[in-house]
């Protein structure tokens, strides 16, 4: 009897140690009031501290996401430009993680969208949040009307999109749907290109506000569609942002920009 208690303890023990995330388990009280910017940035403190004694691809990746949220959220201007590019810089470790990119990237010198192609799956995170990163901080910097920058940021989607379009709810059609909006004809801009992969991301994920903010932000000003875009944000805010619970704070800051826009004066 006392051995087989001795033996069901130890399991516990085992248990609960794969069971905890470091960093994760220490910000998870913060990360949950990730919609109150200093909550936010507590969170990060607590991964940035974890990944320095225990590094790993799941902190990394965080880390990417986490300063994206803190940069399109809560920040303005040259901090906003900053946070998005150290996103940037956390999903490209989050990345190096996969020995083949790793190679590809540090060692034989590729792009990172030449340096791409092979990456399994388990890291659609760090593909996605990497590409995100540098893609909202090329739009501010002006990066993505440079032809070479724009085809290594898509080349990660373009491939994503193959492995795992639904990741983050259509977020690889979502991203191509802004980049055709956005991008020069010379880098790739194609406004047919961004309704099709817009209306796809929609359908994957129709719950998924942001889409609808995307396309109110960068395609129906370029195609001057103004009821195309009063349509879009009236569903955004009439939208249930605990739809998907897992996201609904990342919800709330959506129809927060929405009222934003609405509010806007219409430029076309």
């Not at 974890?50 to 590094?55: N, R, T, V, W």
């Not at 569609?225 to 998907?244: K, P, S, T």
């Amino acid at each position: 009897m006392r051995k087989t208690t001795i033996v069901l303890a130890i399991l516990a023990l085992c248990a609960s140690v794969l069971q905890a995330q470091p960093g994760f388990d220490e910000a998870k009280q913060y990360w949950e009031k990730r919609g109150e910017p200093a909550q936010l940035k507590k969170a990060i403190e607590a991964y940035q501290q974890a990944y320095g004694s225990e590094p790993g691809y799941a902190l990394a990746e965080r880390l990417a996401y986490a300063y994206y949220f803190l940069a399109d959220a809560f920040e303005q201007g040259e901090q906003r430009s900053k946070d998005y590019y150290t996103g940037y810089e956390w999903g490209l470790k989050a990345l190096c993680y996969d020995p083949g990119f790793k190679q590809r990237y540090q060692v034989e010198k590729k792009g990172m969208g030449d340096a791409i192609n092979g990456v399994p799956k388990e890291f659609a995170g760090g593909i996605f949040w990497t590409a995100t990163c540098y893609g909202k901080w090329g739009k501010m910097r002006n990066i993505l009307k440079q032809l070479g920058p724009a085809k290594q940021a898509r080349k990660m989607i373009i491939y994503l999109y193959s492995i795992d379009k639904a990741y983050y709810y259509g977020g690889p059609a979502r991203w191509l749907g802004a980049f055709y909006a956005i991008a020069p004809g010379i880098a790739g801009g194609d406004m047919k290109k961004s309704k099709q992969y817009y209306e796809e991301a929609i359908a994957l994920a129709p719950a998924y506000l942001a889409t609808k903010v995307l396309m109110a932000e960068n395609y129906y000003p370029e195609v001057k569609d103004r009821a195309g875009y009063d349509r879009a944000l009236d569903e955004v805010l009439a939208g249930d942002a605990n739809a998907l619970p897992e996201v609904a704070i990342e919800q709330k800051v959506e129809q927060e920009k929405a009222k934003k826009l609405k509010a806007a004066k219409w430029e076309n």
